[in-house]
């Protein structure tokens, strides 16, 4: 009897943890592996599909320019329904907390499918935080039957909200399995041409961020949703400050979400400093290369608190609650909220005391060893019954 999995995604963070599953499942007799892509980030997810050589079966292509949260739903029912009607998976796999998770879960369900969930169990317990994640997991685990939990913080939160044990494996978070996967290739010509144009081809003779022969870098992110409006503003305030203080010792590098929302404030307060360089997106090879030589880490994003502990980079979190308080247990991220003044002064903490950076750039990543992807299809194998 051959298991027939599904595995749905749609953006770059939900390729890049689904990436190593669906290589293990290609590769495990007995299995036929399927994927299905509904594009919902569609330039982004498409670099991410070549690096690591994963083809889609099905292609759903439904990125709109300003879609809305409905419409975008709406559309994940409508078009993702005949393929399940069509293929017929045993099992439909999904990952984490988008819009794709929780539409693709639920129609799983009225087609009385089995679900797996990787990266199951992340909680804030605060439904607005961060919006509209927090609501689409929740709404996932009501129908998964198998939890892929990547720690064990997250399995004792499924086992409060009354979810059987024996339903949930702790697995770790594939997105390490990723990492080591890509860290271990050579820079390519992009890379290379990247780390120059930013004045970054590091000192080979020092892997001291703190030796001034190396310019040092902070890589920043910002583009939640609860963070559109003054929340932003005050982060690119904090921003600008940071780089009036530090000047030409500090470079400054951040790739700006191409929502219009986050788009008119960063370019508009932060478009004109000489030491703060404002690109597109960038593509996972080099934007891992970047996170490997920073120094630290702004961000209100949720994978990168996973991604840069696992590369040794201090992470500060721009955001008041986190679902992985893991990294904040294990001394590798801080939450620092979206208050001028407090990003600066934690900022500047990292910058300017070599003994503070190196307690969070040498505690130990708490999410997982790289073997994730084989111990969920391990799993899958042991429930085919």
Known sequence: MELRVLSIFGTRPEAVKM???????????????????????????????????????????????????AELTAAVFTHLDPVLQRLKPDWVLVQGDTTTVMAAALLAYYHRIRVGHVEAGLRTGDK?????????????SVVTDLHFAPTDWSRQNLLREDVPDSRIVVTGNPVIDALQSIT???????????????GLVENPFSKDHHDPAATRLVLITAHRRENFGKPLEDICQAISCLSEIYGD??????????????????????GHLPNLTLLPPLDYLPWI???????LILTDSGGLQEEAPGLGVPVLVLREVTERPEGIQAGTVRLVG?????????????????????????????YGDGHAAPRIVQALLEHMG
Not at 128 to 140: D, G, L, T
Not at 184 to 198: A, F, K, M, W
């Open 19 to 69: 990436a190593p599953v669906v290589r293990a499942l290609s590769r495990t007799p007995g299995v036929e592996s399927l994927v299905c892509v509904t594009a919902q980030h569609r330039q982004m997810l498409d670099q991410v599909l070549d690096l690591f050589e994963v083809y889609p079966n099905v292609d759903l292509n439904l990125m709109r320019p300003n879609q809305s949260l």
């Open 128 to 140: 607005w935080q961060p919006f509209p994640e927090e609501i689409n997991r929740r709404v996932a």
């Open 184 to 198: 271990s290739l050579p820079p390519t010509e992009e890379v290379t041409h990247l780390l120059e144009v930013l």
């Open 249 to 270: 010792r500090v470079r400054f590098v951040y790739p700006v979400h191409l929502n219009p929302n986050v788009q008119e404030p960063v370019y508009r307060l932060l």
């Open 289 to 295: 290369n970047l996170i490997k030589r920073a120094t």
């Open 338 to 366: 979206t208050d001028t003044d407090r990003i600066v002064a934690e900022t500047r903490r990292l910058l300017d005391d070599p003994q503070a950076h190196a307690a969070m750039a040498q505690s130990t990543n708490p």
